[in-house]
């Protein structure tokens, strides 16, 4: 099992960018994809990215395309995720997943490894 620590949430205003950060330990094989997640305060966990660790294919929510990036470093096991044109609505704690499979899903159920979770908090 990999632990997954997230980093590099906080306060930002609207307009402004933040890059969250997710190291893994433990080796991450080609064969899995990594995701990002959020949850704001009342509702359910809703999926953001994810990203097929062997060849960097990419998955967005239509709420953060074109202005969110997911990328991956396999040399440092760390996955990224780049955000910008910060929205009030965007403002959720960010966790960080993985699933053991290379097929897109977007159900946090369906992923099997979970980070503690980084707060990004919008101003408007």
């Known amino acids: 099992q990999v632990q997954l620590v997230e980093s590099g949430g906080g306060l930002v205003q609207a307009g402004g960018s933040l890059r969250l950060s997710c190291a893994a330990s433990?080796?991450?094989?080609?064969?899995?994809?990594m995701g990002w997640f959020r949850q704001a305060p009342g509702k359910d966990r809703e999926f953001v990215a994810a990203?097929?660790?062997?060849?960097?294919?990419?998955y967005y929510a239509d709420s953060v395309k074109g202005r969110f990036t997911i990328s991956r470093d396999g040399a440092k096991n760390t996955l990224y995720l780049q955000m910008n044109s910060l929205k009030f609505e965007d403002t959720a704690v960010y966790y960080c997943?993985?699933?053991?499979?290379?097929?897109?899903?977007?159900?946090?159920?369906?992923?099997?490894?979970w980070g503690q979770g980084t707060q990004v908090t919008v101003s408007s």
């Open positions: 997943a993985q699933r053991y499979s290379s097929e897109w899903r977007l159900r946090p159920d369906e992923y099997d490894d």
């Open positions: 990203i097929r660790w062997s060849d960097g294919g990419t």
């Open positions: 433990g080796h991450i094989f080609s064969s899995y994809n």
